[in-house]
């Protein structure tokens, strides 16, 4: 008989037994077998009818309830149309490529640093490499008026055979006066004015053309002797018709050979209107030879011709030199500066321009109508500016300081300003240990502040001198001697034939002298003379004092522990006098020295973490934020210590100047 036990469907593996008796003995075997259920099947169809289920019912229930089936289907469809709404209004900006200005550190020198920290206030963006990416270029603003002005003055005083013309031609004027003094024009001798007309004169045309003159009579009009010595008042007279229209006043400058010569001449000029006089005088000026006026100068001053032959040789020898130098200072910088800067009612602006210059040539800071605010610079309220000029005009140099940091403090827009210049204006900077080494390193270092000390003291010795330079130009004999001669037409004919082919003549030389009210100066004159140049360089150098005054250049201080200089450094900062503090370590060996700056925490980076909390695409150059370590000065104190440890380790007081460059930005796209 056989007994078959079977397990749970369920199972992988059954243990089949078979009992029975075989040949009389019992036997038991165990045997494996795979089961094969059908639970998956059932249960992937059991799903699917589920969700049949569920998709008939839902479909019912949209059936049944069409509202709800079209807010479903509509509310989606708005959320995406306000989307795409917010999305066409706040279209994605193209940002370009960032460039920024480098940093000039005091190592570069003086005006760079200062240039660099005024002009560079707001580090901003150009979508072009600055200037100073170029190859073989560092500075930014060699087209800055200082800059410009500086290059000149030096060209110019680098020019040894210029000053010692210009000392020649001194004394050469000094001749001129001596002999112009001792001389007896009235007796002088009268040419005949055809023998200083040029060979292809236009002259004895204009009057029988334009002027309706008989041949003959142009030809014996030429003929007539004219009276050098008298030709200067003829030349200046704007009232020709009572001149030369008057038997008593035509012999004063002309000499007839007749008295029916005399009255010829008389019934022409009385014929003509005073605009026929003028431009007949202007046609007769144009005529006439330079040459032969030079040649009859001594005839008509009754001087000896040999000697003043040879001086006048002599002084268009040494004038050559000297109006070529004139001639570059005719578009000098300086002189265009005095029409563009106006410290007494723009100061701020004013300085900015000068440092910096323009993007297009000069912007004048004088014009109240302007919009762009690259142009203005830092235009102050009209309150400050007031307070500034009334300490200026007081002298006080401690409340124009004070009025000055109260300015900045208080104007919006020169905060930022205030915050770079404040450790340069009244920072401290504290040392320690106190060392002969250190003392030695410090002095170095405080080579810069040394050659801020020396503009303050060019600025005084102009101002203390300036009452001498004005009489000079005033009423001194060589620049009175110098007016004359540029009022005398054989002068003026010689100089000019010097200048021929230039853009300066002898009227332009004599407007710069010119010393008169401004309605009296010549028609068609630039308005701008030697006192525009003294008045601006005057309160230039006057502001620039005052501000110099302002700045404590003895920056170091030594202590004589880091203890003590915590505590001191606490002291000036609650007086917002505090720089920085300078530590020097493991000074035994002073073949490396090591230091540490110690600064006030809003003046540096902070050093507690790597990266922003949120990061958005755009690059770290907010001045006031991003850039602390300029903004505190923290780099410019290092450049200045590491300067001057070189110098007192090695002797060599030349080193390169530094200047940091920040990393260009690449252009993106903001779709935020």
Request: charged share 20%.
């Amino acid at each position: 008989m056989l007994s078959t036990d079977v397990g749970t469907p369920a199972c992988d593996d059954v243990e089949l037994t078979q009992v029975g008796n075989i040949r009389g003995s019992e036997n038991r075997r165990k045997a494996s077998c795979s089961c094969h259920s059908d639970a998956p099947a059932l249960y992937i169809m059991g799903l699917l009818t589920q969700l049949r289920l569920l998709l008939w019912k839902n479909f019912t229930l949209r059936r049944r309830q069409k509202l709800r089936l079209v807010i479903e289907l509509v509310w989606p469809l708005f959320l995406f149309f306000i989307l795409v709404w917010v999305r066409s209004t706040n279209q994605p900006t193209y940002k370009d490529q960032c460039h920024y200005p480098n940093k000039p550190m005091p190592s570069a020198g003086v005006l760079p640093w200062l240039q660099g920290m005024v002009c560079n206030i707001q580090n901003p963006c150009v979508s072009q490499p600055t200037p100073g990416e170029t190859p073989g270029q560092v500075n930014n603003f060699n087209n800055s008026i200082v800059a410009k002005a500086l290059i000149e003055v030096q060209s110019l005083l680098a020019d040894s055979t210029f000053l010692s013309n210009l000392k020649l031609l001194s004394g050469d004027i000094n001749q001129w006066a001596s002999i112009l003094q001792n001389s007896n024009p009235a007796n002088g001798q009268s040419i005949s004015l055809r023998s200083v007309l040029r060979d292809n004169e236009t002259f004895s045309e204009y009057l029988r053309s334009n002027l309706s003159v008989p041949t003959q009579t142009a030809q014996r009009l030429t003929s007539v002797r004219v009276r050098l010595n008298q030709l200067p008042a003829l030349s200046a007279e704007t009232n020709l018709r009572s001149a030369l229209c008057s038997s008593a006043s035509v012999d004063r400058y002309l000499e007839f050979n007749s008295t029916t010569q005399r009255q010829e001449f008389l019934n022409i000029t009385c014929s003509l209107t005073p605009n026929q006089l003028l431009q007949t005088r202007e046609v007769l000026i144009r005529n006439l030879d330079n040459r032969e006026l030079v040649t009859a100068l001594p005839l008509a001053l009754n001087l000896n011709p040999v000697g003043t032959t040879a001086l006048l040789a002599k002084t268009s020898t040494h004038a050559a030199p000297v109006a070529n130098q004139v001639l570059k200072l005719q578009s000098s910088t300086m002189l265009r500066a005095v029409n563009v800067l106006d410290f007494r009612s723009n100061p701020f602006g004013s300085l900015t321009l000068l440092m910096c210059g323009g993007d297009s040539g000069f912007n004048s800071t004088k014009s109240s109508n302007s919009s762009s605010s690259s142009n203005q610079g830092f235009r102050l309220p009209t309150q400050s500016t007031n307070a500034l000029n009334l300490n200026s005009t007081h002298g006080n140099s401690s409340v124009f300081c004070q009025n000055l940091v109260d300015v900045l403090k208080g104007t919006p827009s020169l905060r930022l300003f205030w915050a770079t210049l404040r450790p340069l204006l009244q920072g401290r900077v504290l040392y320690t240990p106190d060392t002969p080494f250190t003392r030695r390193i410090i002095a170095q270092s405080n080579s810069t502040f040394d050659a801020l000390s020396k503009v303050e003291v060019l600025a005084d010795t102009w101002l203390e001198n300036e009452d001498e330079i004005w009489n000079f130009f005033k009423n001194s004999t060589q620049i009175n001697s110098l007016r004359t001669l540029l009022q005398n037409p054989l002068f003026v004919a010689a100089l000019d034939q010097q200048l021929n082919g230039t853009t300066l003549s002898s009227a332009l030389i004599a407007n710069f002298l010119f010393n008169e009210d401004e309605k009296d100066r010549p028609v068609g004159m630039p308005s701008s003379d030697w006192r525009n140049l003294f008045n601006a360089t005057s309160e230039a150098a006057r502001l620039l004092k005052e501000i110099m005054g302002c700045f404590d250049l003895d920056k170091f201080e030594a202590i004589s522990s880091e203890s003590l200089l915590v505590q001191r450094a606490m002291k000036l900062l609650d007086e917002e006098r505090f720089w920085a503090g300078v530590v020097f370590t493991d000074l035994d060996s002073t073949s490396l020295v090591r230091y540490k700056l110690r600064m006030d925490i809003e003046d540096t980076e902070r050093t507690d973490k790597i990266k922003d909390r949120s990061w958005r695409p755009t690059a770290r150059d907010n001045p006031y934020n991003d850039l602390r370590y300029v903004r505190g000065g923290f780099v410019y104190l290092q450049d200045m210590l590491d300067r001057g440890i070189i110098r007192t380790q090695t002797g060599v007081q030349q080193t390169l100047g530094v200047y940091t460059q920040q990393m260009p930005y690449p252009c993106y796209v903001d779709d935020a």
